[in-house]
């Protein structure tokens, strides 16, 4: 099983700075495989980016997302109030698919 | 617009079968695998398995023993079936589309159901 450790935990931050969230895999997974989530409580997890790197319909271009193999990065540029949510990284390109823990962005 | 969305009871005893569904609207289950993943209270997101429209499934091991996916094209609809419960498979059960070409993206999601395991 591949296992996806995220950091930082939390990060606080203040709307209009640039977030960096980490997630690395312990094995090889491939790029095309590699998505994150934007999660809010009581509502579903929103695709924001899949194939490592490709922006979910809708998604606004501050979110992107970067890396390969074992090192993947999102990045929110200018934070907006509505982003300060909970992030997941997920791998599917191996089963079982599994999750990082989550980075939680919330409001310096 | 594709929408998922579970039901089922939101309390069942342990040693008991807990037993969702996950109605599809806005599309077809054709083409599509249909995932289950979960949620227990302050944790993060596992995934439980999926099935293949045709009824091809695929679990995680974790779970396997316990599990069972269907699907039933006619009402548009896929369940989950998973036995012998314990208070540690008290969640958010969510359902979730994922392409099966190309991508292999999860990109509609239901709201997600809280299914407390309690007698």
């Known amino acids: 099983e591949i296992v996806l450790t995220q950091s930082p935990g939390t990060l606080s931050l203040s709307p209009g700075e640039r977030a960096t969230l980490s997630c690395r895999a312990s094995?090889?997974?491939?790029?095309?495989?590699l998505a994150w989530y934007q999660h809010k409580p009581g509502q579903a997890p929103r695709l924001l980016i899949y194939g490592a790197s490709s922006r979910a319909t809708g998604i606004p271009g501050r979110f992107s997302g970067s890396g390969s193999a074992t090192d993947f990065t999102l990045t929110i540029t200018r934070l907006e109030p509505e982003d300060f949510a909970v992030y997941y990284c997920q791998q599917y390109g191996s089963s079982p698919y599994t999750f990082g823990q989550g980075t939680k962005l919330e409001i310096k | 617009q594709v929408q998922l969305q579970e039901s089922g009871p939101g309390l069942v005893k342990p040693s008991e079968t807990l037993s969702l569904t996950c109605s599809v609207s806005g599309g077809s289950l054709s083409s599509y695998y249909w995932n289950w993943i979960r949620q227990p209270p302050g944790k993060g997101l596992e995934w439980i398995g999926h099935i293949y429209y045709s009824g091809t499934t695929n679990y995680n091991p974790s779970l396997q023993s316990r599990v069972t996916i269907t699907v039933d094209t006619s009402k548009n609809q896929f369940s989950l079936k998973l036995s012998s419960v314990t208070a540690a498979d008290t969640a958010v059960y969510y359902c979730?589309?994922?392409?099966?070409?190309?991508?292999?993206?999860?990109?509609?999601w239901g709201q997600g159901t809280l299914v407390t395991v309690s007698s």
């Open positions: 094995q090889s997974v491939g790029s095309t495989y």
């Open positions: 979730a589309r994922q392409d099966s070409r190309g991508w292999y993206r999860f990109d509609y």
